[in-house]
């Protein structure tokens, strides 16, 4: 009997023993099937981006053939043409309330990555000027693509040869030099408060309801001490000998004026220029965001874009999602301070 007993103790040991073995082995192919299939299992936890899968929208605040519209379109056919997405990118017009039309349009499309819009500086005027109830946070920023500079210009036969000309002149007393513009809001009055608040000074504004082309034509006509324009605006003048620009607001020069200095250059330590981006409606993912951003990186690479660029006199200044939102950030409250203040100042 203990004879017995003890081999069937033993065959007993020996089976769990070789459970154990058998147990082990496969714990070891399973962990060895994880190894090998790492990448596999970490596909599983990523899984690839699957878009777009449909057509992407771009909405414009404008109508067809605006700056804005044509800003939209070059991005639009750069991202076709090169085919840096596997859908089509399409612009929808969207005019109408300073912008308003667009932004409740986009807003309603909370989550939707199939919406793209148009982000330049009425995103942030707007919603003040107009007392809409948004603001850009209500938005997702995708990218800052462009700079649209400002210049200072003078009559080409004016006594003001540089800005120091022109600041010591408005420091013997307030309003001693006019700024001809457009009415409270206009963007030309942003450059113009940034150097009033570095100089002291206080310029005199006169407002135009019809914008920049009869501002200049009260600078030509005597009227006006100088203007704040974008290049583009004013280069016809310039090349025909009647107007001079007299500083850049801009950290460099700009090719089209080589021999302008900046106003940093000239003792004043302030830049501004528009911005043109890139936003989507709020609550999109940030993987959608990540995959667009670098789109359109790739898209500032583009022979279409540069020729963009230097036909509208813009400065590529492309900025990643989370730059362009720390960009807009710090320029909102400027941009609201401007508007308060000169709203007043004109109206008055």
Not at 94 to 118: E, W
Not at 141 to 155: F, G, H, N, S, T
Not at 164 to 189: F, H, M, N, R, S
Request: glycine share 8%; with cysteine.
């Amino acid at each position: 009997m203990k004879r017995i007993f003890y081999s069937g103790f033993s065959i007993i040991l020996m089976v769990a023993f070789i459970g154990l073995v058998v147990t082990g082995c496969g714990t070891k192919g399973k962990e060895a099937n994880q190894v090998q299939g790492g990448s596999t299992t970490k596909q599983q936890e990523q899984p690839q981006l699957k878009y777009p899968e449909k057509t992407v929208e771009f909405v414009v605040h404008t109508n067809p053939g605006d700056g804005a519209d044509i800003y939209a379109r070059t991005i639009a056919e750069a991202i076709n043409s090169e085919k840096l997405m596997p859908q089509p990118m399409m612009v929808l017009n969207k005019p109408g309330g300073s912008g308003a039309n667009m932004y409740n349009f986009v807003m309603q499309r909370a989550g939707d990555p199939y919406i793209l819009m148009t982000a330049q500086a009425n995103l942030l005027t707007s919603p003040i000027k107009n007392n809409l109830p948004l603001s850009y946070k209500d938005f997702t920023p995708v990218a800052r693509m462009a700079i649209d500079p400002l210049v200072v210009a003078v009559k080409a036969d004016s006594k003001y040869k540089t800005m120091k000309d022109l600041i010591d002149a408005a420091k013997v007393a307030p309003k001693a030099v006019t700024q001809a513009g457009g009415l409270a809001g206009a963007t030309e009055y942003f450059l113009s408060y940034i150097i009033e608040q570095k100089t002291g000074v206080v310029f005199n504004l006169l407002p135009h309801r019809g914008g920049g082309a009869e501002a200049v034509i009260t600078l030509l006509g005597g009227n006006a001490d100088f203007v704040i324009m974008n290049p583009s605006e004013i280069v016809g003048q310039v090349e025909a000998g009647k107007l001079r620009v007299i500083a850049v607001a801009t950290e460099e020069r700009l090719p089209s004026f080589p021999d302008v200095p900046t106003l940093k250059e000239q003792g004043i330590d302030a830049t501004f220029g528009l911005f043109r981006g890139v936003a989507m409606p709020k609550d999109v993912s940030p993987e959608i965001v990540a995959y667009l951003e670098k789109v359109l990186k790739q898209v500032t690479d583009t022979n279409k874009w540069k020729e963009y660029l230097k036909n509208n006199g813009l400065i590529s200044a492309y900025l990643p999602a989370k730059d362009f939102k720390a960009y807009l950030d710090e320029q909102a409250p400027i941009y609201e301070q401007v508007l308060k203040t000169y709203e007043t100042r004109l109206a008055n």
